[in-house]
């Protein structure tokens, strides 16, 4: 949600800055509606790459291990429940919005039921004696019995182009993305730009078929008492005047103006980058080569470089090569994997001290199972507090015997590295 919104206000940016006072109204509003789309859409991206570096040497990211605290003191109860409490405020929200956009919606049929209905090509005019504004609900126009017949064919006219356009699809879009995301202040902004254009090809759609501009925005003024019965239609707005008067009144905008949208494309550049690409690296002890993202991928095998001095002294007078992925893997007891995570799942323990002060996060912990079985050189290549780092290492140390992995006939050592995260629960 919080990338959707930064890529939201980058984007409404640039249509407030360049495009807002053009008179291409259909482009600007396809311009919007698809700022929306690709700023959800982006942040689902994820496009991970690892450096190429010292090709041959690699860590097997295995899947991550879950370690839960249970029955920890008040220090961490009261982070929860600060959490706690913001997804309340969300939830209350979207509770309170989707309560109140259904009520619009019923409040919508229950007028039309009460109505005289008339029907004209195919679109419903529903007459009210209730003194509302004029507006459209997909084929329904709603008219208050006061309007003259002389105004009423112009009113019919600037609807049915909301009607035509599919103006109350993007409304009903626009309600339901103001309710999930109703803490995000561009979206408002981007609701309210939405009706406003609306409005503007409402409006060049009556001034195209022939009508006097000065009778026109004559009526417009007129129109300035009314209420709003509902607010998920399409109002003959009266808020908007000034703007569509001063709209009508403007020269067409120039046609190479329209190549100011082709500002999206380096916009959507940019927050690819940021947001869909992450450079995946492990950062060793010695503080070389930091880690750009929070976590690596889970349930991913990745390859990650290693340097060649990372194997110890024994290795190396043993002149016994390390290897990341073998013809016959090491196997834990019966040769399920899951075994062994749940034999980490069960020994390791959350250190009440990190508990406590609420320490959460990933260690990542690499060893190698040699060519005895025996779980060797156990050591945290990122970690996140001392004590659960060394509780991992203390558990991978009393791991039992594995049984050997095998390449070509011949046992051998094969490394590990597993993810293994710890959260307060």
Same mark, same amino acid.
């Given at each position: ?8 206000g ?16 259909f482009?600007n ?15 689902l991206i ?10 041959g ?20 109860e009261?982070s929860?429940?600060?959490s706690?409490i913001?997804?309340?405020i ?37 007459i ?36 035509k ?32 254009i ?7 759609g ?27 239609g ?10 569509r ?11 190479i ?27 060793s002890?010695?503080? %070389?080569? &930091? $880690? #750009?993202? *929070? @976590? !690596? =991928?889970? +349930?991913? /095998?990745? %390859?990650? &470089? $290693? #340097?060649? *001095? @990372? !194997? =110890?002294? +024994?290795? /190396? ?57 025996e ?32 390449q ?18």
């Open positions: 949600m919080f990338e959707s919104g930064i890529s939201l980058l984007l409404y940016l640039i249509y407030w800055l360049f495009l807002r006072k053009e008179t291409f109204f482009m509003r396809i311009y919007l509606l698809f700022s929306i789309i690709i700023s959800f859409i982006i942040p994820n496009f991970t790459f690892s450096p190429a570096e010292n090709p040497s690699y860590y097997l990211i295995m899947d991550t291990i879950v370690i839960r605290a249970n029955g920890i003191g008040q220090t961490i009261k929860i429940s600060s706690d913001l997804s309340i969300y939830c209350s929200g979207v509770i309170i919005l989707l309560i109140k956009f259904l009520i619009q919606i019923f409040q919508i049929f229950l007028l039309k039921r009460k109505s005289e209905i008339k029907k004209e090509n195919g679109i419903n005019l529903v009210t004696n209730k003194n509302i504004s004029p507006c459209s609900f997909f084929n329904m126009i709603f008219l208050n019995t006061n309007i003259s017949k002389t105004y009423q064919e112009k009113i019919v006219i600037h609807e049915h182009i909301h009607i356009q599919l103006h109350s699809a993007d409304l009903i879009f626009m309600k339901l993305l103001t309710i999930f995301q109703w803490f995000n202040p561009f979206v408002w902004m981007i609701k309210y730009s939405i009706q406003e609306h409005e503007y090809l409402a409006d060049k009556v001034l195209n078929q022939g009508y006097s501009s000065y009778n026109y925005i004559t009526l417009i003024v007129s129109q300035i008492t009314g209420k709003y019965f509902f607010q998920t399409n109002y003959f707005n009266r808020s908007l005047i000034k703007k008067i001063n709209m009508m009144k403007k020269f067409k905008s120039h046609g103006n329209k190549l100011k949208i082709l500002l999206i494309i380096p916009a959507i550049i940019v927050l690819f980058i940021i947001f869909a690409c992450s450079k995946q690296e492990i950062q002890e010695d503080g %070389n080569e &930091p $880690i #750009k993202n *929070d @976590e !690596l =991928t889970e +349930a991913q /095998i990745s %390859n990650v &470089p $290693i #340097k060649s *001095d @990372e !194997l =110890t002294e +024994a290795e /190396i007078r043993e002149k016994e090569p390390v290897f990341t992925i073998v013809e016959e893997m090491p196997k834990f007891k019966s040769g399920d994997q899951n075994e062994f995570r749940e034999y980490l799942q069960t020994i390791l323990k959350y250190p009440e001290e990190a508990a406590n002060k609420g320490i959460a996060g990933t260690v990542y912990i690499n060893f190698v199972v040699n060519s005895k079985g779980v060797k050189d156990a050591k945290v290549i990122r970690g996140i507090h001392p004590d659960l780092d060394a509780e991992v290492i203390r558990v991978i140390e009393s791991s039992p015997k594995w049984t050997p992995g095998i070509r006939g011949k046992k051998v050592n094969v490394q590990f590295t597993f993810p293994i995260k710890f959260i307060l629960e």
